[in-house]
């Protein structure tokens, strides 16, 4: 077995280009680690983005041999093609510099999607039970794990010919919401994800599904939306 892979990584803005390096294989290595290696011992001006290295934060998404995924969980072994691994930024967000995007489309589209909890009690309420088997909680829980990193956003082909999509993530997001039972704000929600941009521009091809690295269904959040925002209008409520 070859003791160094080839490494093509994205340097510069949109106009830039592949730079490729010879990085050495370690065992357990990520693709996080490789990119890393690169940075501390041949080019310094490399430019990504990481915190915790466990799954958690969602700040490492890149593409990887054509496909969006989290570095820090992706063993090298599970990816090199033919000695080679092909790393760039995630797709449909603009690129800052190297393999670092702008992700504040992404999190606006969260704010649009109405994806903050909106109390709809004070503090001198009671706090309410939720029962762990409702269906409510249920569908919520089934959504509730995105760890926001960009990966179904960018591999999502409405995102890319529609600008005003909201995106998988922010609508699985606001699904949880409506599920959310102490949450008050949901007349505004579904009017929010109901208009242009919004669930019923999903054109249901289940990219987001099959790339999450959560194993997190968006599509299915976003069925629920449409069923939930169909309904409201049924009732007049939008
Ligand atoms: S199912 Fe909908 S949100 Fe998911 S990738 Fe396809 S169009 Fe995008
Ligand atoms: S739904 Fe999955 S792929 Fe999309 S941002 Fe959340 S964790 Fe990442
Ligand atoms: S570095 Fe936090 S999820 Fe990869």
């Known amino acids: ?27 357990n290595q990520t693709v996080l680690d490789v990119v890393t290696w690169v940075q501390r011992n041949a080019d310094p001006a490399l430019a990504y983005r990481f915190a915790c290295r466990v799954g ?30 092909e790393i760039g930024p995630l797709a449909n967000l603009p690129i800052i510099k190297d393999l670092v995007c702008d992700m504040r489309a992404f999190f606006e589209k969260w704010q649009k999607a109405k994806g903050a ?70 007349a505004a929600r579904l009017a929010a994800v109901s208009a242009d941009g919004g669930c019923h521009a999903c054109h249901t091809h289940q990219s987001c599904q099959q790339h999450c690295p959560k194993a997190l269904n968006p599509t299915a959040s976003i069925a629920g939306l449409k069923r939930r925002s169909v309904q409201a209008y049924i009732r007049g409520e939008l």
């Open 1 to 27: 077995m070859a003791d160094t892979i080839e490494v093509s990584l994205w340097r510069g803005k949109a106009d830039g280009g592949y730079r490729t390096y010879r990085v050495p294989l370690r065992p």
């Open 56 to 85: 958690m934060c969602g700040s490492c998404a890149m593409t990887v041999n054509g496909r969006p995924r989290w570095t820090c969980r992706t063993h090298t072994s599970k990816v090199v093609k033919d000695g080679r691994l």
């Open 117 to 186: 909890f909106a109390p709809s009690k004070g503090r001198g309420d009671p706090i309410e039970r939720i029962a762990p088997a409702s269906a409510p909680r249920l569908a919520a829980d089934a959504a509730i794990e995105c760890i926001n990193c960009g990966v179904c956003y960018a591999a999502c082909d409405t995102v890319r010919w529609n600008e005003a999509y909201l995106g998988p993530a922010a609508l699985n997001r606001a699904w949880t919401l409506v599920n959310d039972t102490r949450d008050g704000g949901n």
